[in-house]
């Protein structure tokens, strides 16, 4: 089983326990036994499913698969200051930042025309990183990796372990991405509905999906909590976590490219400089080259994936909510953000 396969398991079935190590059943017992004692909430894909059902944990509503991701994290992981994560909050640009950084990382190692971007979907080339660290169930696994280890996760900065967000030299380096609320919400609302159409359930309608996600139930919400943490961590630790806006890196991509090259302590030399690479990563990037690629155009029915690559795909711009959310459902999330973020310095104007 891949990394992605099991990241998107629609089940908290642990159906290979006698493969675990016993650090794992450890962390897998003590998720058992806090399980009954969460708050639950609807998580917009109906019940029955790992992913239909939101556990609220420390102030955050998670899936019950990342949840245990969360904890096995906690309790195994071994953090390395070379580690990046791509941390955002779900419908943000994951994919996006997952190909940007990416190419950035290894630029020296691929020709752009016959790059794995191009024949991969970037779901396949990052890890999700609370989904991989189930994988092959022991810590030997992850741990085997090479550094630089490039993850991705939509945890909140608050739910990491310490050894990952503190401060110091050993800590590992965040990239973080968000994006304005209205435009999340309405990118997460097609999405879902999509997942729900082929779990054979019918359309959620936006009235519900807004009356959940303004109260904060949404994957990993409440929404501005999540951006609230990472923005606060880029402002005391602004060397361990880069903060992005979705609408800065759609009007700029080139000089945020640089700007993450910078924070990884990969900058582009003269020579880069003069070869066009910046561009080249951005052209390969592109919403409309990624989008318009075979392996992201068709469902490969093989990769028994629970999110499959077109799905990652929709419009890519920067507000669209204007076409789906009433004038009253656009007032009370930007009043929501106007107070969880007033006198910080953050907002989506
Ligand atoms: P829309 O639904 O608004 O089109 P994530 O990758 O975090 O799941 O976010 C998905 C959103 O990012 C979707 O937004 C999707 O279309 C957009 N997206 C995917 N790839 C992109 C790219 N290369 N450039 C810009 N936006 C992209």
């Known amino acids: 089983m891949s990394c992605s396969e099991i990241s998107q398991l629609p089940s908290t079935d642990i159906k290979e326990e006698e493969k675990l190590d016993e650090g794992y059943q450890k962390t897998y017992q003590k998720f058992d036994e806090i399980y009954p004692t969460l708050p639950k909430g609807d998580g917009w894909l109906g019940d029955g499913f790992g992913v239909g059902q939101f556990l609220q944990y420390q102030g955050f ?20 200051p070379t580690d990046i994560i791509l941390s955002t909050s779900p419908k943000c640009g994951t994919t996006w930042l997952r190909a940007l950084i990416f190419a950035i990382i290894n630029r020296n190692s691929y020709d752009f025309h016959n790059h794995p971007l191009l024949s991969s979907n970037p779901q396949d080339l990052v890890l999700f990183f609370e989904g991989y660290i189930q994988e092959g169930g022991s810590t030997s696994f992850i741990e085997s990796l090479p550094s630089p280890r490039f993850l991705s996760s939509h945890i909140p900065f608050s739910l990491f372990p310490n050894s990952m967000t503190s401060s110091s030299a050993s800590a590992c380096r965040f990239v973080y991405i968000c994006r304005d609320p209205k435009d999340a919400f309405v990118s997460m609302w097609h999405f879902m509905n999509k997942l729900r159409a082929r779990l054979e359930l019918p359309p959620l309608p936006i009235e519900d999906a807004f009356e959940l996600f303004h ?13 609230l943490g990472f923005w606060k961590a880029s402002l005391e630790s602004p060397n361990k976590v880069l903060f992005l806006k979705y609408e800065h890196v759609k009007r ?20 880069e400089e003069n070869e066009g690479i910046v561009d080249k990563i951005v052209k390969l990037c592109s919403f409309e080259n990624l989008s318009n690629l075979d392996v992201n155009k068709k469902v490969d029915d093989e990769k028994h994936r629970f999110i499959k690559n077109p799905e990652f795909f929709r419009k890519g711009r920067v507000g669209d909510w204007i076409n789906h959310l009433t004038p009253e459902m656009a007032e009370i999330l930007d009043q929501i953000t106007k107070e969880k973020f007033q006198g910080i310095g953050l907002s989506f104007d």
């Open 252 to 271: 700029d991509t080139s000089a945020c490219v640089r700007k993450i090259a910078e924070f990884l302590e990969l900058p582009f030399s003269a020579d």
């Open 61 to 80: 509503w998670i899936p019950s698969i990342p949840l245990r991701g969360i904890m096995l994290i906690h309790d195994h992981f071994k953090p390395r």
């Open 215 to 227: 109260i904060g139930v949404s994957l990993n919400g409440p929404f501005w909590d999540h951006v």
